[in-house]
């Protein structure tokens, strides 16, 4: 199935080329056509014109019979030429449209196929192995089968080589156990939080300065910023997502997409670009003048190119254009400032996709968006995006923050916003970035490290944990080693329990176990994290909201929500309470 599909893939190709080919063959060879048509009537008429003309120099009237007869002769020709010429142009006009539908569909699969990982490969196969994962973990935690099947794909490409199909239940049950203490430890955190309609700020979630970086207006900003961001997503994907009805989408261009879901005025919508090319995502510039500023939103990922930008997933060492001002680090490095030189070796780390995608943006919007706000005065810059165009947004803002046309007048609201920047970069004082996280969103805490670290830790809870630890049945006798052994032996018993018992654990064995699990596999380096503080929207799951560190999205959260829960639409929805209700 492998190889028909890799086959069928490089047919689309060869097709997609071919077209191009007999598409320019056609056209050049229908434009060769009516310039030939043209002089042979053209020489036609010219013959037919001069007896007509040496009659009447003869007669000296134009009224002469044979001047009448050619006269009739050449206004036929021309009739003829008309014609013949608009037959033609039909033949070209028809023939492009043609010929632009097949180019388009023939796009669109490719698109698909490369979004996929087929287009040209042969080696793309989660096959079995995967629909045998995809089973496992909708009996271990009853995922959805949708949720399952995209969890399965996830590990599929983490795990190297084809695994034995004990694997796959070992693989199921561990991250059973690991969604079960992760759940745990978040009930226990949250229960201090305010009722729903509040946003708290916890202690052991966030810093003390974390509040004084939001803008004072974030409450009502968040549900205007959460449309401005949805429509940048254009009609089409728009109306995939819901957010208008099919049938109005697809009678909608994307610039009255944008002005129906915002409500602004046409001649409010400044700028906008709607391609899809590998780091530079679709986006549009717009005044918004309810809340007085200058708008660029970011869309999301829609297309294989912009996947080659997420995809692109390397963590880069901070070029020296996002390096921290010493007295930005100071609160996030506990009053220890390093200068931009040292930040290699402090770990100052970007997502190298992003990067590349801000900074290509960067400069192609600087000029006409420093040209609206001169022309605006008193305006401020609000940048938004969701996914995808979360993370570009938030590293332009990075990246134009110290502008002296832009500074102190820009700010950033991300939605799901992705894992750019480490913790050095994340946690710096003063961000103008406010980051949005909703439920168990697997956005916010998705990189390669805690990939890995999913992984090790399913591999590691699937084992008997006692026998990893002490490889025999005797306990230890001195008084540290008992506390020690205490807690490992309540975790390694937890690990022996049928899933059934999991929740019947003691608050002791589940805190112990995934303190065990952390220190021991769930350390790969280096870890990125979204920019400034992030309001953690916890409706979708009966909770208050909270105002949190980013750094609180360190691993990913094993829950059945936590691939629904990125959509756009979800984000719009949630943000709407948040309003003026609650105070931190």
Same mark, same amino acid.
């Given at each position: 199935?492998?190889?028909?599909?890799?086959?069928?893939?490089?047919?689309?190709?060869?097709?997609?080329?071919? +077209?191009? /080919? *007999?598409?320019? $063959? @056609?056209?050049? &060879?229908?434009?060769?056509?009516?310039?030939?048509?043209?002089? %042979? =009537? !053209?020489?036609?008429?010219?013959?037919?014109?001069?007896?007509?003309?040496?009659?009447?120099?003869?007669?000296?009237?134009?009224?002469?019979?044979?001047?009448?007869?050619?006269?009739?002769?050449?206004?036929? +020709?021309? /009739? *003829?030429?008309? $014609? @013949?010429?608009? &037959?033609?142009?039909?033949?070209?006009?028809?023939?492009?449209? %043609? =010929? !632009?539908?097949?180019?388009?569909?023939?796009?669109?699969?490719?698109?698909?196929?490369?979004?996929?990982?087929?287009?040209?490969?042969?080696?793309?196969?989660?096959?079995?192995?995967?629909?045998?994962?995809?089973?496992?973990?909708?009996?271990?935690?009853?995922?959805?089968?949708?949720?399952?099947?995209?969890?399965?794909?996830?590990?599929?490409?983490?795990?190297?080589?084809?695994?034995?199909?004990?694997?796959?239940?070992?693989?199921?049950?561990?991250?059973?156990?690991?969604?079960?203490?992760?759940?745990?430890?978040?009930?226990?955190?949250?229960?201090?939080?305010?009722?729903?309609?509040?946003?708290?700020?916890?202690?052991?979630?966030?810093?003390?300065?974390?509040?004084?970086?939001?803008?004072?207006?974030?409450?009502?900003?968040?549900?205007?910023?959460?449309?401005?961001?949805?429509?940048?997503?254009?009609?089409?994907?728009?109306?995939?997502?819901?957010?208008?009805?099919?049938?109005?989408?697809?009678?909608?261009?994307?610039?009255?997409?944008?002005?129906?879901?915002?409500?602004?005025?046409?001649?409010?919508?400044?700028?906008?670009?709607?391609?899809?090319?590998?780091?530079?995502?679709?986006?549009?510039?717009?005044?918004?003048?309810?809340?007085?500023?200058?708008?660029?939103?970011?869309?999301?990922?829609?297309?294989?190119?912009?996947?080659?930008?997420?995809?692109?997933?390397?963590?880069?060492?901070?070029?020296?254009?996002?390096?921290?001002?010493?007295?930005?680090?100071?609160?996030?490095?506990?009053?220890?400032?390093?200068?931009?030189?040292?930040?290699?070796?402090?770990?100052?780390?970007?997502?190298?996709?992003?990067?590349?995608?801000?900074?290509?943006?960067?400069?192609?919007?600087?000029?006409?968006?420093?040209?609206?706000?001169?022309?605006?005065?008193?305006?401020?810059?609000?940048?938004?995006?969701?996914?995808?165009?979360?993370?570009?947004?938030?590293?332009?803002?990075?990246?134009?923050?110290?502008?002296?046309?832009?500074?102190?007048?820009?700010?950033?609201?991300?939605?799901?916003?992705?894992?750019?920047?480490?913790?050095?970069?994340?946690?710096?004082?003063?961000?103008?970035?406010?980051?949005?996280?909703?439920?168990?969103?697997?956005?916010?805490?998705?990189?390669?490290?805690?990939?890995?670290?999913?992984?090790?830790?399913?591999?590691?809870?699937?084992?008997?944990?006692?026998?990893?630890?002490?490889?025999?049945?005797?306990?230890?006798?001195?008084?540290?080693?008992?506390?020690?052994?205490?807690?490992?032996?309540?975790?390694?018993?937890?690990?022996?329990?049928?899933?059934?018992?999991?929740?019947?654990?003691?608050?002791?064995?589940?805190?112990?176990?995934?303190?065990?699990?952390?220190?021991?596999?769930?350390?790969?380096?280096?870890?990125?994290?979204?920019?400034?503080?992030?309001?953690?929207?916890?409706?979708?799951?009966?909770?208050?909201?909270?105002?949190?560190?980013?750094?609180?999205?360190?691993?990913?959260?094993?829950?059945?929500?936590?691939?629904?829960?990125?959509?756009?639409?979800?984000?719009?929805?949630?943000?709407?309470?948040?309003?003026?209700?609650?105070?931190?």
């Amino acid at each position: 199935a492998s190889d028909d599909t890799a086959r069928g893939a490089s047919y689309f190709k060869v097709a997609s080329d071919g +077209l191009d /080919v *007999a598409a320019y $063959a @056609t056209v050049s &060879a229908i434009d060769a056509a009516t310039e030939v048509t043209n002089v %042979a =009537f !053209g020489l036609a008429r010219g013959i037919i014109r001069g007896p007509a003309t040496v009659a009447e120099n003869i007669s000296g009237s134009a009224a002469n019979p044979v001047s009448v007869v050619f006269g009739g002769i050449d206004t036929a +020709l021309g /009739v *003829a030429q008309g $014609a @013949t010429g608009g &037959a033609l142009g039909f033949s070209k006009t028809l023939s492009e449209a %043609a =010929f !632009g539908l097949t180019d388009t569909a023939l796009e669109a699969t490719d698109l698909v196929l490369d979004a996929t990982g087929l287009e040209g490969s042969a080696h793309f196969q989660p096959g079995e192995y995967g629909g045998k994962l995809a089973q496992a973990l909708t009996a271990a935690l009853g995922l959805s089968q949708g949720n399952a099947e995209v969890m399965a794909l996830l590990l599929v490409l983490l795990v190297e080589g084809q695994q034995e199909e004990a694997e796959v239940e070992a693989l199921a049950r561990g991250l059973r156990v690991l969604s079960v203490l992760q759940h745990a430890e978040q009930r226990r955190q949250l229960s201090g939080a305010k009722a729903p309609g509040a946003v708290t700020m916890l202690d052991e979630l966030c810093s003390p300065s974390v509040a004084a970086r939001l803008p004072l207006t974030w409450r009502e900003d968040l549900p205007r910023a959460a449309l401005f961001a949805a429509a940048a997503y254009g009609a089409r994907w728009g109306g995939a997502a819901g957010l208008v009805p099919p049938r109005a989408a697809r009678a909608m261009s994307d610039e009255a997409f944008v002005l129906h879901l915002t409500g602004i005025a046409k001649r409010d919508l400044l700028l906008f670009d709607w391609s899809s090319r590998a780091y530079s995502p679709g986006y549009y510039v717009a005044l918004d003048h309810a809340t007085r500023s200058v708008v660029i939103a970011f869309r999301g990922t829609v297309s294989g190119p912009d996947l080659v930008t997420n995809l692109t997933n390397e963590a880069i060492p901070a070029p020296p254009a996002l390096a921290a001002r010493t007295t930005d680090l100071a609160s996030a490095t506990g009053g220890t400032v390093c200068t931009d030189r040292e930040q290699d070796s402090k770990g100052a780390y970007v997502h190298q996709g992003f990067w590349l995608a801000a900074e290509k943006l960067a400069g192609e919007l600087h000029t006409p968006v420093t040209d609206a706000l001169a022309r605006h005065p008193g305006y401020s810059l609000r940048v938004c995006g969701h996914s995808l165009g979360a993370a570009v947004g938030s590293l332009l803002t990075l990246l134009w923050r110290h502008d002296p046309l832009l500074s102190g007048r820009i700010h950033c609201y991300a939605y799901a916003a992705p894992c750019i920047l480490s913790k050095e970069l994340a946690m710096q004082a003063a961000l103008p970035i406010t980051s949005i996280a909703l439920g168990n969103d697997l956005v916010p805490s998705l990189c390669l490290s805690t990939a890995r670290d999913l992984i090790a830790a399913a591999r590691y809870l699937s084992e008997d944990v006692y026998g990893k630890l002490y490889g025999q049945d005797e306990k230890p006798s001195d008084g540290d080693a008992v506390h020690a052994y205490s807690c490992r032996d309540a975790a390694a018993d937890l690990t022996s329990k049928a899933t059934s018992e999991l929740d019947d654990a003691s608050e002791f064995e589940l805190e112990s176990l995934l303190g065990l699990v952390r220190t021991t596999c769930m350390q790969n380096q280096p870890k990125l994290y979204a920019a400034g503080p992030v309001v953690w929207l916890r409706s979708k799951s009966n909770h208050a909201d909270v105002l949190v560190d980013p750094t609180v999205f360190n691993e990913i959260i094993i829950s059945d929500d936590m691939f629904s829960t990125h959509a756009v639409t979800e984000y719009m929805a949630t943000t709407q309470h948040i309003g003026s209700r609650g105070t931190l």
